[in-house]
């Protein structure tokens, strides 16, 4: 199995995707999006900007934003 999105409606109704490991385990998790086109944009855009995307190790203390 190869890495994935997969795309689903939530509870709420709202449209979220998650990112899954070739082994099948959630890597991520998106925020939910009213409309389904949201989230398969959101998709393309990590697919295009993030490939070199930097990698940042905040200290212990530094609350999540």
Request: proline letters at 3%; zero cysteines; a positive charge.
């Amino acid at each position: 199995m190869a890495y994935k999105f997969e795309v689903y409606e939530d509870k709420a109704g709202g449209f979220r995707f998650r990112f899954k490991a070739s082994n099948g385990e959630n890597m991520f998790a998106s925020e939910s999006y009213k409309a389904k086109a949201s989230a398969l944009s959101a998709i393309e855009s990590i697919k295009k900007n993030a490939p070199g995307a930097e990698v940042v190790e905040l200290p212990k203390d530094e609350k999540k934003a």
